[in-house]
């Protein structure tokens, strides 16, 4: 299987490289340049890509950036993306480009030979995603999600509330009793941070949630 690595630190580049090479890869590329990086692969078209995150000259995410252009030019070449960070945002736009695509940080590498079932799973059109990186897409989304603290019963009753229904309308509604959607709507209430003020009706500010994460 022929594979570029794009590691700008020459030791973790240089062992890589004879990692792979021991156990059956052909290394066709090695660059520590981001910007390098695409020529290198126009130029072998190898099965496999391994990228680091932050390369030279600013550091922070070109090896991201190129591992995105090596996708849209040639979504059939499998890439693993080996990080010693997090970086969210651009690693779910990756993540949802398709098959063969791998997130990996580099301090959660212990087992060599688990780190090359991970490529080659990735090289065959599996997906693999670090559960560090897992849990903090699950947060981000929580995050951005005020709704995600709820309970199935209780987005039920916020969405009966934001239809304009009546307690006991939301309780014939759902074959419940009347004191049991009370007790939801103050849990609502309470998840959602809307403590009671003299200005503000708290059940229309729940509604309004509702509809702006609708």
């Given at each position: 299987m022929r594979?570029?690595?794009?590691?700008?630190?020459?030791?973790?580049?240089e062992g890589l490289a004879s990692l792979l090479e021991r156990t059956g890869f052909e290394v066709v590329g090695l660059t520590g340049?981001?910007?390098?990086?695409?020529?290198?692969v126009r130029e072998t078209r190898p099965e496999l890509v391994v990228v680091d995150v932050r390369m030279p000259p600013t550091h922070t995410?070109?090896?991201?950036?190129a591992a995105r252009e090596i996708r849209e030019e040639f979504p059939e070449i499998a890439i693993l993306v080996l990080s010693a960070h997090i970086e969210v945002e651009h690693a779910m736009e990756l993540l949802a480009s398709g098959r063969g695509i791998g997130y990996q940080l580099k301090s959660r590498i212990t087992d060599v030979n688990e780190f090359v079932d991970t490529l080659q799973r990735v090289a065959r059109g599996g997906s693999v995603v670090d559960p560090a990186l897992v849990r903090e897409l699950v947060t981000a989304s929580r995050r951005s999600d005020p709704l995600a603290v709820l309970s199935s019963r209780e987005h039920e009753v916020l969405a009966l509330m934001a239809e304009g229904r009546s307690n006991a309308g939301i309780a014939h509604r759902l074959w419940i009793t009347e004191g049991t959607v009370e007790k939801h709507v103050r849990s609502v209430l309470t998840k959602l941070d809307l403590?009671?003020?003299?200005?503000?009706?708290?059940?229309?500010?729940?509604v309004l949630t509702f509809l702006e994460a609708h």
């Amino acid at each position: 299987m022929r594979v570029i690595i794009a590691e700008d630190d020459v030791l973790l580049r240089e062992g890589l490289a004879s990692l792979l090479e021991r156990t059956g890869f052909e290394v066709v590329g090695l660059t520590g340049d981001a910007a390098l990086l695409l020529t290198l692969v126009r130029e072998t078209r190898p099965e496999l890509v391994v990228v680091d995150v932050r390369m030279p000259p600013t550091h922070t995410t070109e090896g991201l950036q190129a591992a995105r252009e090596i996708r849209e030019e040639f979504p059939e070449i499998a890439i693993l993306v080996l990080s010693a960070h997090i970086e969210v945002e651009h690693a779910m736009e990756l993540l949802a480009s398709g098959r063969g695509i791998g997130y990996q940080l580099k301090s959660r590498i212990t087992d060599v030979n688990e780190f090359v079932d991970t490529l080659q799973r990735v090289a065959r059109g599996g997906s693999v995603v670090d559960p560090a990186l897992v849990r903090e897409l699950v947060t981000a989304s929580r995050r951005s999600d005020p709704l995600a603290v709820l309970s199935s019963r209780e987005h039920e009753v916020l969405a009966l509330m934001a239809e304009g229904r009546s307690n006991a309308g939301i309780a014939h509604r759902l074959w419940i009793t009347e004191g049991t959607v009370e007790k939801h709507v103050r849990s609502v209430l309470t998840k959602l941070d809307l403590p009671e003020t003299e200005d503000d009706h708290r059940r229309i500010l729940a509604v309004l949630t509702f509809l702006e994460a609708h």
